[in-house]
């Protein structure tokens, strides 16, 4: 586990982030917020998405429950498969230090009773005292925010002084491994409510400052442990699944720690809607189900394991939070780490708890059959994700030179002009 009070930081503080150092204890401010009996006033949204807001109590940031509450009434179906995932996906997920991938724990799926829809102007902020939930909701555990110790420290680096007070508060940060951001913030959207991110550079500047964050090659390793149990394990295509930068209170103690959410756009084999994102691509429960004849379901039902798998290398060289060759040390370590776990979720199979042989003798046929095909899709994700990432990459070079050609030529257009 990667460790450190968020007391110690290698450089002093100043006095602003003295100031914000967190009471590292989470079960006083919830003693606090009961003895108050005002849930309801310190709910607010620290969240925000497309297809939803996430309401959370401002006293207790590092604990406590989210409310995550649709826009629109008619979601419920992908809310419900967004709580089937957060379930199955934990299965998967392996607890040794901060740098592997933990998922909120799910806990219950709230709506209002057939007679009390909403209407147009019906207020979608949950009435958590009176158990009311206009809107469907779903209730999971907080990921515990960020030190606030983070927040000044990343607004005096990342933010440019005329963007400072519009700067959203930061709770999580979004680990964008496979993107280059710009190392200043100029600007933000109106109504800005994202996460906001940390590429490679950002990452290790903070990495200079704050002890104990876990090293980028450990996160470059954890993302690809988890996007492999995301494939394999749960059998989707992972499309738009965040990860983040938290963090984890043990006895009071705060770790730094990586988590993964966001994973309601899910389009289940019962016939979804075309514009739902992140597809189930295998079966349910892929590798339990090796007698089957096809393992491939939903969007991907007509392709063999292989070209869903290459398929799959288009959706993932899109996404910014995966390492790609810019930086080949992290991109291995990912790449090794996606093989490693394929290997180690068949292995899961081929050794049930129940006894070695029990699957095996059940499923002998479809292992025999599926295990080197799985091995075989595997590798073909990473290739064809290899060279889509080299191709990007190159299109992106090519770009940059284009640009800066234009911009000395513009240069010498203007030094002619005067
Ligand atoms: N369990 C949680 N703990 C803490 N913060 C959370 C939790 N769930 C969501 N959030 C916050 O709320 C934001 C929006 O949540 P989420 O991504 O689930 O919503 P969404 O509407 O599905 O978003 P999108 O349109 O991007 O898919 C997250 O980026 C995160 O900052
Ligand atoms: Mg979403």
Redesign the pocket.
């Known amino acids: 586990m990667s460790t450190v009070p968020s007391s110690s930081l290698t450089e002093e503080p100043n006095q602003s982030e003295k100031s914000y150092s967190p009471a590292l204890n989470p079960e006083d401010s919830e003693e606090e917020l009961n003895a108050s009996e005002q849930l309801n006033d310190s709910l607010e949204v620290?969240?925000?998405?497309?297809?939803?807001?996430?309401y959370?109590h401002t006293h207790s940031p590092w604990g406590g429950q989210?409310y995550?509450v649709c826009k629109n009434p008619d979601d419920v179906r992908r809310l419900l498969h967004e709580s089937k995932l957060y379930d199955e996906l934990r299965m998967f997920i392996i607890d040794r230090n901060g740098a592997d991938f933990l998922c909120?724990f799910f806990r219950v799926l709230l709506k209002p009773p057939i007679d009390q829809q909403p209407h147009e102007g019906t207020d979608p902020k949950p009435d958590v005292d009176n158990h009311i939930f206009p809107y469907p909701t779903i209730q999971?555990?907080?990921?515990p925010?960020l030190t606030f110790a983070l927040e000044p420290l990343y607004k005096r680096l990342f933010v440019s002084e005329g963007a400072q007070s519009r700067v959203p508060r930061i709770?999580?940060l979004r680990l964008c491994l496979g993107c280059d951001l710009p190392m200043q913030i100029t600007d933000f959207p109106q109504g800005f409510t994202?996460?906001l991110s940390v590429d490679y550079s950002r990452y290790t500047k903070l990495e200079e400052i704050f002890v104990g964050l876990p090293p980028i090659g450990h996160i470059a390793h954890g993302m690809g442990t988890l996007l492999a149990s995301m494939h394999w394990g749960v059998g989707i295509d992972a499309l738009?699944v965040?990860l983040?930068l938290?963090s984890r209170i043990i006895q009071n103690q705060f770790f730094w720690q990586c988590w993964v959410?966001?994973l309601?756009?899910v389009n289940g084999s019962d016939g979804g809607t075309a514009d739902l994102q992140c597809e189930r691509w295998l079966v349910y429960r892929p590798l339990e189900y090796l007698r089957f004849d096809k393992l491939t379901d939903g969007a991907y039902r007509d392709e063999d394991l292989v070209s869903g798998a290459m398929r799959l290398a288009h959706v993932i060289s899109g996404q910014d939070y995966y390492p790609n060759p810019h930086y080949p040390e992290l991109y291995e370590q990912f790449k090794t780490a996606y093989m490693a776990q394929v290997g180690v979720l068949i292995n899961g199979v081929n050794n049930t708890s129940a006894g070695p042989d029990l699957f095996l003798s059940e499923n002998r046929a479809g292992a025999t059959k599926w295990v080197p095909k799985i091995y075989e899709a595997a590798g073909a994700f990473i290739k064809e994700l290899d060279s889509l990432n080299t191709e990007k990459r190159r299109r992106r070079d090519e770009r940059a030179q284009e640009e800066r050609a234009a911009r000395v030529g513009e240069q010498w257009r203007r030094a002619g002009q005067e």
Not at 49 to 54: K, W
């Open positions: 620290i969240g925000e998405g497309s297809f939803s807001r996430v959370g989210v995550k909120p999971l555990d907080r990921i925010a709770h999580l994202s996460d738009n965040k983040v938290g959410l966001n309601d756009q």
